[in-house]
């Protein structure tokens, strides 16, 4: 049994409890319960005591929409025109770097982030990949190196008629095959989704075959869904209807599945998003980044829509999500007094909702019986810390590094700053080595 002792404790359980000098107990891969250090030092006297020294414990945080095999690009120059929108940058960067991975690439371009991500206390995340020449066995090298590294993962491979069709069906048999290995081994540390790219490179013919690939396994979807421009005047001109509207008709929007980043949409599309209870997820930097629009996510939040947030491979360390959330909705908006409540909703409470739909257990909240993924952050509140002012001591006083400690399912990954069982030098060094190679061949 390992014993947090000593910190201020926001366990995000159902009642938003908040204790001071508190404690977290975890048996096996599970909460056991939390409450005074006192009590529980009493309680359990044989345990594995981490001290939190008056530092903010926590869930471990949660990542809806990533992508890791964007890794290899940091710091990549190409020689493609500056792009102007959304189809310039992913044909300039995006699909000349995916078709030049090899499955050592994969996983190493996993590997790295994960070690980031549990530096950041990121401890589950959710995955989009693509790999056109190297499809077979993709998500078999991430689910790997999120085995290796600890990182709790819900992954897929983003099926696409941009290649032609023979690696669309590799696609399909990629997220089939995995999809059923997940089931066969029904483990909470591993998950599957059915990855489809967007609407705009996939024929009806591509569409029909992946829904019914996807109701053979039971999975949901996970898309990009209007995220740019093109992608509307596409869905427009070939189908004449809207991207919502058209993955609706397909059945690809349900309870089960991921819509990301849903940008350019109606009104009318953000009632059809609500009605089909998918869950959307913001990724506000990558937004900012690729220069594609505002989500409207203070709308959709307001018509019962699930918005949750991602990083789309900007950046491991979800309080950068988190703080850039609000304020690009103030400046949209030119409101200071807009999106305080909505962003720590997506992060804290929607994301947990979000990946707890394809578990068994349930993660998120130090409670009783939910699996225990712990973060301690070497931060001293110097003002009052408690369940009402705790999401705005996160905003302006906590970023990923502030990370101290993470435990995921109850395996203590990093204990005071320093990683427990994996050499991240040596993989670090690996992945230059593989990275100034593919570089050669993008």
């Known amino acids: 049994m390992i014993l947090i002792t000593h910190g201020e404790v926001a366990t995000r359980d159902e009642n938003n409890t908040f204790i001071h000098d508190g404690a977290v107990a975890i048996e096996g891969t599970k909460i056991k319960e939390a409450g ?3 009590e529980m030092e009493s309680k359990y006297p044989d345990a594995q005591v981490i ?3 008056g530092r903010l414990t926590m869930p471990g945080f949660i990542n809806t929409h990533m992508h890791y095999y964007s890794t290899f690009a940091r710091g990549m120059t190409l020689d493609s025109k500056p792009p102007v929108m959304l189809s310039d940058i992913l044909k300039g960067l995006w699909w000349r770097l995916d078709k030049a991975l ?12 994960m070690i980031e991500e549990i530096r950041c206390g990121v401890t589950t995340v959710v995955d989009h990949h693509a790999s056109p020449h190297a499809v077979s066995g993709s998500l ?3 689910a790997g190196a999120a085995g290796r590294a600890g990182v709790r993962s819900n992954l897929c491979y983003e099926v696409s008629d941009r290649d032609g069709s023979d690696i669309a069906w590799a696609g399909i048999r990629e997220n089939t095959d995995f999809l059923r290995h997940c089931a066969q081994k029904d483990d909470d540390m591993l998950r599957g989704l059915f990855g489809l790219h967007a609407q705009m490179t996939l024929s009806d013919a591509t569409l029909e075959k992946c829904v019914q690939a996807a109701a053979d396994t039971g999975a949901g979807f996970h898309i990009h869904a209007a995220e740019g421009i093109e992608d509307v005047a596409d869905s427009l001109s070939k189908h004449d209807m809207r ?3 058209r993955l609706n008709r397909f059945g690809v929007l349900t309870e089960k599945s991921i819509a990301a980043h849903c940008i350019h949409i109606t009104p009318q599309e953000m009632e059809m998003l609500a009605e089909s209870g998918v869950a959307v997820v913001h990724n506000p930097q990558s937004n900012m980044g690729n220069a594609v629009g505002v989500s409207p996510v203070l709308e959709m939040m307001a018509r019962g829509v699930p918005v949750g947030l991602g990083t789309d491979g900007y950046t491991a360390d979800m309080t950068e999500s988190y703080k850039a959330a609000g304020i690009l909705q103030k400046h949209a908006k030119g409101l200071p007094s807009v999106a305080w409540e909505e962003p720590p909703r997506m992060l804290f409470e929607n994301n ?3 990946v707890n739909r394809h578990l068994t257990g349930l993660v998120g909240a130090l409670a009783p019986g939910w699996l225990a993924d712990v973060i301690i952050a070497d931060y001293w509140a110097p003002t009052p810390l408690n369940e ?3 999401n705005a001591h996160i905003l302006f006083g906590v970023s990923g590094r502030h990370v101290d400690t993470t435990i995921v399912n109850g395996k203590i990954r990093m204990l005071h700053r320093e990683l427990t069982d994996i050499d991240a030098g040596g993989i670090a060094a690996k992945s230059r080595e593989l990275s100034a190679r593919l570089w050669e061949r993008v």
Do not use: C, H, Q, W
Not at 102 to 113: K, Q
């Open 102 to 113: 090899t499955l050592e690439d994969v996983y190493y371009s996993a590997i790295g982030p």
């Open 243 to 245: 991207v919502i509207e």
């Open 36 to 38: 005074a250090s006192r």
């Open 140 to 142: 078999f090298a991430i």
């Open 51 to 53: 001290d939190a020294k």
């Open 388 to 390: 009402n002012t705790v």
């Open 352 to 354: 947990r909702a979000i």
